[in-house]
T-cell receptor, first 113, second 112 residues
Framework: NAGVTQTPKFQVLKTGQSMTLQCAQDMNHNSMYWYRQDPGMGLRLIYYSASEGTTDKGEVPNGYNVSRLNKREFSLRLESAAPSQTSVYFC????????????FGPGTRLLVL | LAKTTQPISMDSYEGQEVNITCSHNNIATNDYITWYQQFPSQGPRFIIQGYKTKVTNEVASLFIPADRKSSTLSLPRVSLSDTAVYYCLVGDIMDSSYKLIFGSGTRLLVRP
């Protein structure tokens, strides 16, 4: 039981490049989330998926798209990376959307030059 | 959503009890108080959650006074491995639109 896994662990992009961050959970959770964390700051919600087939915007969705591929997987895509998107990205999951404990992955460190 | 205020940082020594207080003056009737812990280079980890009075688990205790305008996370006999950032979150966990709102947290440094 690996919990929440994320790939890649680290990525460097040039401005304007695109990439997809992958997230998978093996806990049979219904809800999944993407956060970003800037240095010295708390986490901010980018997008979330209450259940398979649904996605909704969080606090800072601009510049991102998501796909809930199936119950296990929730990907985050940057279509045209900008230096302001340099951050650590965390994926999380929970049994349901009504605020049960969220379980976080190890994070993806993204540097946009 | 209720806003929380925590100390930016705290220092302690191994074996001491650490109390981190969070202020949430605008807490609503249905709001719960939740604490997460984050180690460097890791995602946050749930520690404890409560509504009123006192909650205790194998990791920590959470004290909530009657007016619920503040709460205190108590870590008994801390060790070096308790060095982390601790986040206090407040919200209605039964509201399907509730989202975790993280502030800057409290950076706890445990010294030998």
């Amino acid at each position: 039981n690996a919990g929440v896994t994320q790939t890649p662990k680290f990525q460097v992009l040039k401005t304007g490049q695109s990439m997809t961050l992958q997230c998978a959970q093996d806990m049979n959770h219904n809800s999944m989330y993407w956060y970003r964390q800037d240095p010295g700051m708390g986490l901010r919600l980018i997008y979330y998926s209450a259940s398979e087939g649904t996605t909704d915007k969080g606090e800072v969705p601009n510049g991102y798209n998501v796909s809930r591929l199936n119950k296990r997987e929730f990907s985050l895509r940057l279509e045209s990376a900008a230096p302001s998107q340099t951050s650590v990205y965390f994926c999380a999951s929970s049994p349901g959307l009504d605020q049960e404990t969220q379980y976080f992955g190890p994070g993806t460190r993204l540097l946009v030059l | 959503l209720a806003k929380t205020t925590q100390p930016i940082s705290m220092d302690s020594y191994e074996g001491q009890e650490v109390n981190i207080t969070c202020s949430h003056n605008n807490i609503a009737t249905n709001d719960y108080i939740t604490w997460y812990q984050q180690f460097p280079s890791q995602g946050p980890r749930f520690i404890i959650q409560g509504y009123k009075t006192k909650v205790t688990n194998e990791v920590a205790s959470l004290f909530i006074p009657a007016d619920r305008k503040s709460s205190t996370l108590s870590l008994p006999r801390v060790s070096l491995s308790d060095t982390a950032v601790y986040y206090c979150l407040v919200g209605d966990i039964m509201d399907s639109s509730y989202k975790l709102i993280f502030g800057s947290g409290t950076r706890l440094l445990v010294r030998p």
